[in-house]
């Protein structure tokens, strides 16, 4: 089959690796009917060494069951599904409450022998624990929204939720790009009446808007702290969702958060510091958030997509097919697009 | 009156200063019965620049009232009472949603021409949001644990409630200073059964296992990390208590977390960076606490004290003069003593 290959920063291919099998009686074998480009694939794009061998890429997909493994129960061939972005067995204690990202016997796509998202077919370790059967045919009009429930979308939500979003908090959301907006759409699926959106690419903050943005504040650094301070009579807000990965959107959250307030951050960390000090300190600031386990939220969001309640797939605003994932790439990088969907 | 000034490292002295007064109707005069050396007087203890003028000093305290302002309503001359170590107006906002120490008209003692509360009186600005009234005489049996209400337990009770302790996590508490203590005396008040105390100090670990730790790590750093590892099947525990403020408590507190879990920080932060990288990240680990709103706290856990069922002036192991304050901050600072009371 046809999967993408990183060979390094701006090197990507589609190459012909073995087609995915049973390997283990837990694994299914998925055909990708539509898989995606994440903001966190930008960053090997912009920063891996070469590599002549390179390394599979892509954790987030939709697809339709081919194969079962022996021990795979509630699933068959034909059934349409999706799967989170990290892999896990449902089982353990992790996944019991919630937390699959840390699943005692999980795992991420892309490494260590198993596929990764962006090609035609891929083996699924712990199949019954990671895919989420989705009612509709994969012809269905539903399917960037139900894509979106892979990682973006729940990554959002994860950020909201850690915050404590409810419809007494005030809300900052840091960045405007596709986990941004997600957050926002989140948030005011938690019932937040007031939700302030710091972004500066006026197509996705009118996206963000449409999503339930309240406010649009353009300015960065000190300039947006102070614009956000303003907007808030100097309190800033309640919660504050980074959805970035930067030190420079951590300071920001710092700066707009209020006393008690809470910082979730959900950005990959491109930074290995945080600036918690005495001034943090005295004013009861938390920080959280962390990597999504989307599994622990597609069973509560997929009701609202299904019924056409919201449409996080709007995010999506380019389709390219698979031999021209390295365009979708290219876009993603100059931000010409906010976020690609991949058809093999 | 005579109260304690601090002119430098290792420099306190009990000087003359003007008997205090009632300067705003919210004022009220409180004559100090005892009073208390806390951990973080010793920073200044340890490290303040040589000054002539000095510097007031003292946080916790607790007396009876000589008089007020014609704007406290609640209180009258004689009532003892104990004072929080931030006064607050209890009106505003923050007040009303328990964070005092944010509080919109409040302060520190000791700062801006308010009275430190190591001395012999004390102005306490927002009189009636400020103090509790204590139900008992000044010759209490009960009165050193109702001095520990002014700060040192609710800010071991902060820790474990912004970490979310409850009947269901397990707990491991950072430093056996007085705060370490009181915040295992907090955790096991919350329900909590198993309180891993980290400490090397065997007279206070033994007074930790009195006040409810069931096991005790005298290791530190990555010996102490791999010890509560080793306790807890690898996986560390719910929360972490963190009452020392050094970064390399820190820095153990997010070895001993589990995945999903919460550090709480009360110990004052002798750093400006905290180490929240990729790897915390990827653990879903929150960092949350800070100063504590002690006034918050003291309504919760005052019926406990009165009625016997906690005893959290058992950090107390040495009680001096007034004259001899000095002598307190060298016991505390060389370790000698745990915690000294002041009687003026």
Not at 54 to 81: C, Q, W, Y
Not at 267 to 291: C, E, H, I, K, S
């Amino acid at each position: 089959m046809r999967a993408t290959i990183i060979h390094g920063a701006g090197d990507v291919r589609v190459e012909t690796v073995p087609d995915p099998k049973i390997l283990e009686p837990t694994d299914a074998v998925v055909r990708v009917v539509s898989a995606c480009i994440c903001g966190s694939d930008l960053w090997p794009y912009q920063s891996m060494p070469a590599s002549e061998q390179g390394a599979r890429i892509g954790h987030e997909f939709l697809g339709v069951i081919e194969d079962t493994g022996s021990g795979v129960e509630g699933f068959k061939p034909g059934d349409l599904v999706v799967a989170p972005f990290v892999w896990s067995d449902g089982t353990c204690d992790f996944c019991l409450q919630g937390l699959q990202t840390s699943c005692r016997h999980g795992g991420m796509w892309a490494r260590d022998g198993v596929d990764g998202g962006q090609g035609e077919a891929v083996r699924v370790p712990q199949a019954a624990g990671t895919l989420v059967k989705l009612p509709v045919g994969e012809d269905s009009a539903l399917l960037a929204s139900l894509l979106s429930l892979s990682d973006v979308f729940p990554t959002g939500y994860h950020c909201a939720r850690t915050a404590g979003v409810n419809p007494r908090t005030t809300v900052t959301v840091i960045g405007d790009g596709a986990v941004g907006l997600s957050a926002v759409l989140s948030a005011k699926r938690l019932g937040a009446e007031r939700i302030i959106l710091m972004g500066r690419h006026t197509d996705r903050t009118d996206l963000g808007v449409e999503f339930g943005a309240t406010e649009v504040v353009t300015e960065r650094g000190a300039e947006g702290v102070e614009r956000v301070r303003e907007l808030t009579g100097g309190d800033g807000t309640h919660t504050v969702l980074e959805c970035v990965g930067l030190i420079e959107a951590i300071e920001t959250a710092f700066g707009v958060v209020g006393d008690g307030g809470t910082v979730s951050r959900v950005g990959a960390p491109q930074y290995d510091q945080v600036p918690m000090d005495f001034g943090v300190f005295m004013r009861n600031v938390t920080l959280t958030g962390g990597v999504a386990p989307a599994r622990a939220y597609i069973p509560e969001l997929l009701p609202d997509v299904l019924e056409g309640r919201i449409k996080p797939g709007k995010v999506f605003d380019q389709t390219v097919a698979l031999d021209d994932v390295a365009a979708g790439y290219e876009a993603m990088a100059d931000r010409t697009a906010l976020k690609v969907l991949v058809r093999p």
